[in-house]
């Protein structure tokens, strides 16, 4: 059974940072953040590709960094210069290989609360 787990969220004051981590079961293959305000859609935050390319929405432009491990199957968000508006529930979704079964998968989400 696949099982794709954020961890990382938590309060933090404005310009802060924090790191948010994507673990899988399997192999990632592709992978990309969103994120979801209180009454908003879930908008995507960026992406990272199998060969390591890199793609974010303007705001999180220079922001935010997106990267990964293989080893460890997992992805990683770091977030600095934190805003209030960056506060938002974050879910990873990755394309995922487990066994001989290739799929996209969501992960739970976490909450990231920026506020002083």
């Known amino acids: 059974q696949v099982h794709l787990v954020e961890s990382g969220g938590g309060l933090v004051q404005p310009g802060g940072s924090l790191r948010l981590s994507c673990a899988a079961s399997g192999t990632i293959f592709t992978a990309a953040w969103y994120r979801q305000a209180p009454g908003e859609e879930r908008e995507l935050v960026g992406g990272?590709?199998?060969?390591?390319?890199?793609n974010y929405e303007d705001p999180m432009e220079g922001r935010f960094t997106i990267s990964r491990d293989n080893a460890k199957n997992t992805v990683y968000l770091q977030m600095n210069s934190l805003k209030p508006e960056d506060t938002a529930v974050y879910y990873c979704?990755?394309?995922?290989?487990?066994?001989?079964?290739?799929?996209?998968?969501w992960g739970q989400g976490i909450q990231v609360t920026v506020s002083s």
């Open positions: 979704h990755a394309l995922i290989e487990f066994g001989d079964v290739i799929d996209d998968y």
């Open positions: 990272i590709t199998s060969g390591d390319n890199t």
